[in-house]
């Protein structure tokens, strides 16, 4: 048995593609979804990873649903936050609830489902943190400033979070995807995704395979020189220095 990996919304999309790409690397891998039962199963099924369901803006929730991983499959030694959601509109008529679903699942998460793990990760002196944010946490999106102030403060998480375990052989490193080709991103008008595509320099959307490569690298001991980076994956879109 490899090292037990640990993926949120890795079930579908982007999670998906990094939970194939660790099991098919040899690690150990469970995933959580948060409602699309049927989904979640249907990737089970075809690809025999462990899937648990639970709130990832949960406290709680995270914390019974991480002890009952660990009692499947044993500690959590890689985590790779992935899990998010978008509820898009302009700022000026955005309410809170879409604010803070937002902000609930794609930042809040950071904490309640690293925090029960990093202990055990500073005892063993071995973890790999891996945190995917966005391109629009770079650079800011119109109708996005909920997604974009959380993916943004991903960033400052990671970074943050790298500096304090430095020292204890835990890396700790983000991702940010640019449009990539997904049920999230098919959801796109077919217009506006055309205007996308045409502002991507290598001139198409993003794999998840490709997502699920670095993530592989990230996660292994060769990567154990790197921490508190910032990886733009985007076709050329954005250029930025972490």
């Known amino acids: 048995m490899g090292r ?8 579908r999309g982007i999670g998906a593609a990094i939970a194939i790409a660790l099991k098919g690397s040899g690690y ?10 049927e989904k979640a199963h249907a990737f089970r099924d075809e690809t025999g990873i462990a899937v648990f369901q639970w709130d990832v803006g949960d406290a709680a929730a ?22 998010g959601i978008t509820r898009d509109g ?48 770079q650079k800011g999106q119109l109708g996005q400033v909920n997604y974009s102030a959380a993916k943004a403060g991903v960033i400052g998480f990671t970074k943050a ?44 959307l993003g794999n998840a395979d490709e997502i699920g490569a670095v993530v592989g690298y990230l996660a292994s001991d060769q990567s154990a020189f790197m ?6 994956i985007n076709g050329g879109q954005y250029i930025a220095n972490g």
């Open 28 to 37: 150990t891998v469970a995933s959580t979804f948060a409602g699309n039962v």
């Open 90 to 137: 302009w700022f000026h008529k955005m309410d809170y609830d879409a604010w803070s679903a937002v902000l609930r699942t794609n930042l809040d998460s950071m904490f309640t489902m690293t925090r029960p793990v990093i202990e055990g990760m500073r005892d063993r002196g071995f973890g790999r943190i891996i945190n995917i944010s966005s391109i629009n946490g």
């Open 227 to 232: 921490t508190g980076a910032v990886l733009t």
């Open 62 to 83: 995270c914390a019974a649903g991480i002890a009952e991983v660990e009692a499947a499959v044993g500690p959590v030694e890689i985590l790779v936050n992935n899990a």
């Open 161 to 204: 979070l790298a500096l304090e375990n430095a020292r204890k052989g835990i890396t700790v490193n983000c991702i940010c995807p640019g449009y990539i080709d997904t049920d999230m991103v098919a959801g796109v008008p077919e217009k506006v995704l055309e205007g996308i595509i045409a502002q991507i320099p290598v001139g198409r």
């Open 4 to 11: 037990v990996a640990l993926v949120t919304g890795g079930t």
